[in-house]
Structure formats: C-alpha cells, structure tokens
C-alpha cells in the first residue's frame, strides 16, 4: 500500500509543515516533482510531506467513511505518527483536486494546527462533470479508473501522469466499493461551496493556483471566480496556459510561488502574488 512520503529540510524547531494532499484515482507521486523543485528553493519549512487519499492510488482504504472528515482525523493521526513533532508543528495545506476540499475540511476542524492553505486545481467546482466522472467509474469493470483518461487534458507528457503513467487506479477491485470511495467526499454534491466558505471564514493565508485551460474543474473560468470570491483576500497564482494537471505542468512555477507565500507567512502574513509573478 501507497504510504505518506515525509522529506527533511530545515530542522528549526518553530517552522512548520508543508503538507501535499493528492487527489481522486491518483497517488502522492504526482506532487514528488513539486515537491523537489520547493524543497531546491530552500523553503523555510522544517518537512514536506505528501498524502495520497485513503483508498485511491494505492494508498490504505480506511475501515468507515471517506469523507473529508474522516480523512482529515486519519492524516492528523499520521502526521502525529510520523513527522517528528507533528503533534506540536503548525500546518501548511497544499490540497490538489480533491485534495484542496480535504484541506479545507482540516482546517475547519483543526483551525489551531493550520497556519495556512494553499489550493491548487481545487476540486468540486463542476457538479456536472464530476458526476459523470462517478458514472464511468461505477460502470468500471474492475472498480479503478484513470483520472487522465477521463479528462483527456494535459499538454504532451503531462495527462500521462508522472513516469507516463497514465493509468492511476483505486486501492480496490470492486466498483461499488470504489464508487462509495468518491460518494463519500462532498466532491460530489453541492456541499463543497459550504466547506470551502467554511475554510475562508477561517481568515487563513491562502493561496490559489489555477489553470486557464481547466476545463475540468474550472468551466469557463467559473470555478476560479467563485474561489475568488470566497477566498477574496487570498494570493493567486494563474497560469493561463495549464490545465487541470497544473501541479505536474507548472511545479517549476507553483514552487517559486509556494516558496514566496510561506517565506511572508510570519509575522506579515501573505504577498500580492499576481501582483509579483
């Protein structure tokens, strides 16, 4: 099974955590290249640690719900386990997909561990498309399916996923089981604008990375107007010509812009990033 992967970068005690949180159908290797290229910049965090959805890409099934409440108690528990004063460390969330509404979740019930929110391709912004990504993955013979295909997205190399892979499926072979994984997230019904709301009220540094030609998750740029909105004091990175694997396209990009936002967290807070990039 998929595990967190957790890298060593500054062993300051007080700085915190940069925790990256995958998506739907794919493991944590899909933020391994962003992850490099932040670490290379020499960030002033003391770990980075990367997660991949409990029942996707490998990654343990949990005994119950998967809801992003039920992950977001089993991921305090991991970092508790295996980062060294993880009990103690303040948060950064990087959530990517669906993993930006586990983020939220996080936050909304562990407000005093985050210090900050970044939300790269964030999830649930389509209800159509997602809902005919939860039928094709019911019909599924063997209950996984392969986010890449679905959207059939990306530039050359990019919707193939890392190592060209570009079939990335769900931690099991039944597709109810499978199906039930997806059903349980708020992905999928109209309740992530509540849980996203919920995290902005929160008053969190927050950083929002987004691609023009996301059509996926972001129709007509609608998905990152109404983020915009919700998030009105947030930073933005966006990059008109990425699409919905924006993390594998633009790490190079996302790196720098990750690096700047923490480096302004303490004490003065976020920086005017489209003012900057």
């Not at 019911?138 to 209950?143: E, F, I, L």
């Not at 890449?148 to 997205?153: G, H």
Request: glycine share 10%; with cysteine.
């Amino acid at each position: 099974m998929k595990e967190p992967k957790v890298i060593e970068c500054d062993s300051t005690p007080a700085l915190p955590v940069l925790v990256m949180i995958s998506g739907l159908s794919i493991d944590h290797s899909w933020l391994e290249d962003l992850s490099r290229q932040f670490i290379a910049l020499r960030p002033r965090v003391a770990r980075v640690a990367l997660f991949s959805l409990p029942g996707h890409g490998g990654a343990e099934p949990l005994a119950g719900s998967h809801d992003e409440g039920c992950i977001a108690h089993h991921m305090r528990d991991k970092i508790e386990r295996l980062v060294p004063g993880g009990a103690e460390r303040q948060l950064i969330l990087l959530g990517y997909s669906a993993g930006a509404l586990v983020a939220c979740k996080f936050a909304c019930l562990f407000p005093d561990r985050v210090e900050a929110l970044c939300l790269v391709a964030a999830g649930g912004l389509a209800p159509g498309l997602t809902q005919r990504f939860i039928s094709r993955l019911a019909k599924s013979r063997c209950g996984s399916c392969a986010l890449p295909a679905f959207f059939s997205l990306g530039k050359k190399g990019a919707a193939a996923g890392p190592g060209g892979n570009a079939s990335a499926p769900l931690s099991t072979t039944d597709p109810a089981t499978a199906t039930r994984l997806c059903r349980d997230l708020s992905y999928y019904t109209r309740e992530c604008g509540e849980l996203y709301r919920a995290a902005a009220a929160l008053g969190k540094p927050t950083l929002i990375v987004s691609g023009g030609r996301d059509v996926g998750e972001n129709p007509r740029q609608k998905g990152r107007e109404m983020l915009k909105q919700i998030f009105a004091s947030s930073d933005e990175l966006y990059l008109p010509d990425a699409t919905h694997f924006v993390a594998v396209e633009e790490a190079a990009a996302i790196a720098r812009a990750l690096v700047t936002f923490t480096s302004f967290l303490r004490p003065e807070g976020g920086l005017r990033l489209a003012r900057m990039l």
